[in-house]
């Protein structure tokens, strides 16, 4: 079985890996930790309403096709809009990257547990319903052919990252005021980052 | 002129590019309509709250969105329209079929079973929830004369926030 990475492996890598065209829409955990690792104004934290993230990419990818799309989801707030799952894979954006951050609990509300057997099966349901590929992480590998893949445009793709909670929660604070979070969230975030994609020729969706 | 036609005569005018939509009967004819002018595009969505949240990204893009729900609906989705479109100011038109408008436990249920109380109580508590969330409203019905129907969907299609227009059937 699959050892657990952290958040922190996780988006350090991805900050290599993403190119400043690329948006990114994250959420909760997520949220607070990606600021730490991007500087883009194509980045929205997007932390209310918990589970939107995957949709408000979704849009974005729709009308801007020749963007990057990367939605930095969590198992918790994907079960409360796994319909989404459902419209992404219908539409499905050539350049989306749907990653899903497994912790099993609601980590920002305190660490309750999820419904059920959580998203363990996610990867498989993601497939059925439109993702060209749903794949769970073994290895950094998986996210590196993940964001080549989408840069490719063989989205949608989803992948499912078993992570533990490294956030300290004591510390929201400093997390919401840094300052890279601050440009990037709520109505500021949204302003930047349409003038920010407003901005970005477009280009051919190849 | 049909309340459909005069909405599409002024959402090409006013160069809207998307629809988003969850199935209702009361939109219909403007859903059907957007889906068949190759120049635009309809996306349904499962649920409100998501189809909120599909506009607000379609927003951020840089599109022009109207968004197509009913108003048991809306209410599902207030969070979503709370935290994207009406704190983040993104245009949004949205078309609410005004279910239950007007309607009486009585009068309703030999039609609708046990549907009558869900139904009267979504008439109850529109405007009172659009209110209270001071989201402008206006309620545009279908025997509504042209002109002031077309000045009622030009208030909408050019307002900065979102903006409902509650609709029998359009």
Request: with cysteine; aromatic share 6%; proline share 5%.
């Amino acid at each position: 079985m699959t050892q657990p990475t952290t958040y922190d492996a996780v988006l350090e890598q991805l900050g290599g890996l993403r190119r400043a065209t690329d948006v990114v829409v994250a959420t909760m955990t997520a949220g607070l930790i990606w600021p730490r690792y991007s500087t883009n104004d194509l980045d929205l934290l997007s932390m209310a309403p918990m589970g939107a993230a995957s949709s408000v990419g979704l849009g974005i990818a729709v009308g801007r096709p020749d963007l990057g799309v990367i939605v930095l989801d969590a198992d918790g707030s994907l079960l409360m809009n796994l319909g989404s799952l459902v419209t992404i894979g219908g539409q499905k954006p050539a350049h989306f990257l749907h990653v899903v951050m497994e912790n099993g609990a609601y980590g920002i509300t305190g660490g309750q547990e999820l419904p059920g057997t959580g998203t363990q099966h996610v990867p498989s349901i993601a497939e059925s319903l439109g993702y060209t590929r749903g794949i769970r992480w073994s290895d950094p590998s998986d996210l590196s052919a993940a964001v080549e893949d989408m840069h490719a445009g063989k989205g949608p793709i989803l992948l499912a990252i078993p992570a533990t909670q490294d956030v300290d929660l004591s510390q929201l604070a400093g997390y919401l005021n840094h300052e890279n979070a601050l440009r990037a969230f709520g109505r500021t975030g949204f302003e930047n980052l349409r003038a920010g994609i407003q901005a970005s020729e477009v280009t051919s969706t190849g | 002129m049909q309340l459909a036609e005069v909405a599409m005569q002024l959402i090409r005018r006013e160069q809207f590019t998307h629809m988003v939509t969850i199935a209702n009967f009361e939109t219909e004819g403007l859903r059907s309509s957007f889906a068949a002018d190759p120049d635009l595009t309809v996306i349904a969505a499962c649920r409100e709250g998501e189809g909120v949240a599909i506009a607000s990204g379609l927003a951020a893009a840089g599109r022009k969105v109207v968004l197509c729900i009913e108003n048991v609906g809306f209410f599902e989705c207030l969070d979503t329209l709370r935290a994207l479109p009406c704190d983040m100011s993104i245009p949004l038109p949205i078309f609410v079929g005004y279910l239950g408008r007007g309607a009486t436990y009585d009068a309703v249920r030999p039609f609708a079973g046990g549907m009558a109380g869900h139904v009267s109580l979504a008439g109850t508590w529109t405007e009172a929830v659009l209110d209270a969330a001071s989201i402008k409203h206006t309620t545009l019905l279908p025997d509504a004369d042209e002109a002031d129907a077309r000045t009622t969907l030009e208030d909408a299609l050019a307002a900065d926030e979102p903006f409902v227009v509650l609709v029998d059937q359009i």
